[in-house]
């Protein structure tokens, strides 16, 4: 019996190195072909194709996956606009967002890029079959927009807000109670773990953060569409139809024509031979001044999670990028472009001394993106200066711990913990016995340290006094207008103003703006540098997608090796 489950055994692992051999070959042929093979030509007066869907982050180092097929980066996006802008090759952009998820800030830099080409001379036009608000937030845009006339599309306009999910009652129902220890008043990381709704203070912050995004969204899309705000927000806040129709799309104002989408095209002339989607479009070459300046993305959690360390944020990845840009005499000035709630206070206190070190020698310019709230304003607040979008969310300066507590369980599952202890904290983390309150005033002193620190921090890099900054810290998070009031941000901008401070700080005025860190496939990661057959036979036989796995499971698997967190936990619907 023995001989044939071995037997077994060996024949079930050739079956799957021969798949992982057959696969690896595939996607080498692929590789292969995408870098030495003929790149696709684009013809005289073509069109670009900017499909919006799924998820379109501002920046992913996965470029493509193990099949070829192109990421939906907004960073990629962008550098394709910028460069179309240019390209005689290039009439027009026509714009199709769908159901999508992105940051506002992340949408702003793309409306940004979208700008500068219709500057250029050169169209862009939205055609739009359903949309929801984000969908219609960039379409407004365009010089024109287009709606489907069919009776089933439509525009559906919900505003700004978000909501949390409390789980008290079902944790209490389980049998587990989350030890969670607050530093900073306002700090609501992990309190949907302990309350049935949400506290007082974290309603107050989120109705004043809310309040002000919402105000500058409707002025963006007023000005983008010259309609007045007031008749906006009357749109948003007193319509009785959920979904706006064609008719009254036209009679408000949110679009200039109905139209079939092959209307649309045979209109401007717009043929297979002269249409092009925008992750197709070949990037023609510029050329480049020696003097860079360096745009660094930092995306993610921050974490200390081990290599490889893909769409989140580690001390160890960003000083190996750090260092690089430091050794490098071309590069004049660094631009450390933020989207982060945060994570590891001390992940963020090491990136934040790396930090500190270099702008010794080059400035360092910080650029906030969505969210650099909590650890990704940790790893912000000592740069010689500070741009925020002007739909970011920050501050939240404050110091979470949450630990969980399966006591309680144990009693109604028969389980008990038995431990033989050497040293007065030997058990301090062990889920199956409820601390003492020794034990967690200690931990809480310890998260006031953290905090005193944090706070330490802001005060030497935003030049204010400790009470200043106690004053608007405790964990209240900002809208970037309430940041710059409060000081903690310099000028709400984009990150083309960052750069372009950066330049001005380094004294350069021709220099070239450069990305990193360098965008790889997937198949580089496995092939170059974090080969790992088992990962790899799991990810090719679809049985599980990496990078869904890393959102869900980083904060949780954060909290189990660190459990004291600079974390902010507000999104935006």
């Not at 679009?255 to 002269?274: G, H, S």
């Not at 944020?313 to 982060?340: F, M």
């Not at 940790?378 to 739909?391: E, L, Q």
């Amino acid at each position: 019996m023995r001989s044939k489950w071995y037997g077994l055994g060996c024949l079930t692992s050739i079956v799957l190195v021969i798949i992982v051999v057959i696969l690896v070959f595939h996607g080498a042929s692929n590789y292969f072909t995408k870098y030495t093979g003929e790149k696709k030509k684009v013809a005289d007066n073509t069109w670009l194709i900017l499909t919006l869907d799924k998820e379109v982050k501002e920046f992913t180092e996965i470029s493509e996956d193990f099949w070829g097929s192109e990421s939906k980066s907004a960073h990629n996006y962008i550098q394709a606009i910028d460069r179309a802008a240019t390209d005689s090759k290039i009439t027009g952009i026509i714009l199709c967002p769908q159901y999508f998820t992105a940051g506002y800030a992340t949408l702003n830099q793309l409306m940004d890029s979208l700008n500068n080409f219709k500057a250029s001379g050169k169209p862009v036009y939205a055609y739009l079959n359903s949309v929801t608000n984000r969908g219609y937030y960039i379409a407004s845009v365009a010089d024109q927009i287009y709606l489907n006339p069919s009776s089933s599309a439509g525009i559906l306009l919900t505003g700004i807000g978000g909501h949390i999910l409390y789980y008290e009652q079902l944790l209490e129902k389980l049998g587990i109670e989350m030890q969670v220890i607050h530093a900073g008043k306002y700090k609501a990381a992990g309190e949907q773990f302990v309350r049935n709704e949400m506290s007082p203070e974290f309603r107050e912050n989120l109705t004043s953060l809310y309040s002000d995004m919402y105000q500058e969204m409707l002025s963006t899309i007023a000005r983008n569409r010259g309609i007045e705000t007031k008749d906006l927000a009357n749109i948003y806040e007193e319509r009785d139809n959920i979904w706006i129709n064609g008719q009254n799309s036209l009679k408000t104002g949110l679009v200039d024509e109905l139209t079939q989408y092959q209307e649309l095209l045979d209109r401007n002339n717009i043929k297979k031979t002269n249409q092009l989607v925008i992750n197709d479009y070949p990037l023609p070459p510029l050329m480049q001044p020696d003097s860079k300046i360096a745009v660094l993305y930092a995306e993610g959690n921050i974490t200390a999670q081990a290599e490889p360390a893909i769409d989140v944020i580690t001390s160890a990845k960003l000083i190996r990028q750090l260092d690089e840009l430091e050794s490098n005499p071309k590069i004049k000035g660094i631009v450390l472009r933020i989207n982060s709630p945060g994570g590891s206070a001390l992940e963020s206190d090491i990136i934040l001394s790396k930090l500190l070190k270099v702008q010794r020698s080059k400035p360092l310019v910080v650029s906030m993106g969505s969210v650099a709230a909590s650890g990704g304003y940790y790893i912000a607040c000592g740069a010689d200066y500070i741009y925020a979008d002007p739909m970011t969310i920050t501050g939240s300066i404050g110091v979470v711990s949450i630990f969980p507590n399966l006591n309680k369980m144990g009693d109604k599952i028969g389980v008990n913990s038995s431990s033989i202890k050497y040293g007065k904290y030997s058990d301090i983390l062990n889920p199956w016995d409820r601390p003492s309150s020794s034990e967690l005033a200690a931990m809480e002193a310890s998260m006031m340290e953290i905090y005193d620190e944090f706070k330490s921090h802001v005060a030497s890099g935003r030049n204010m006094t400790l009470n200043q900054v106690e004053s608007i810290a405790q964990g209240r998070v900002w809208s970037s207008l309430q940041a710059k009031n409060n000081g903690l941000i310099d000028e709400v901008g984009n990150l083309g103003e960052a750069v372009k401070k950066a330049a001005e700080i380094a004294g350069v005025s021709k220099y070239a703006t450069v990305y990193y860190p360098e965008q790889k496939s997937l198949m580089d990661y496995f092939l170059k540098e974090y080969f790992n057959i088992e990962m790899a036979t799991q990810v090719l036989a679809g049985k599980i997608d990496y990078l869904d796995i890393i959102k869900e499971l980083n904060f949780l698997q954060a909290l189990r090796t660190d459990p004291r967190q600079t974390y902010c936990p507000v999104t935006v619907d």
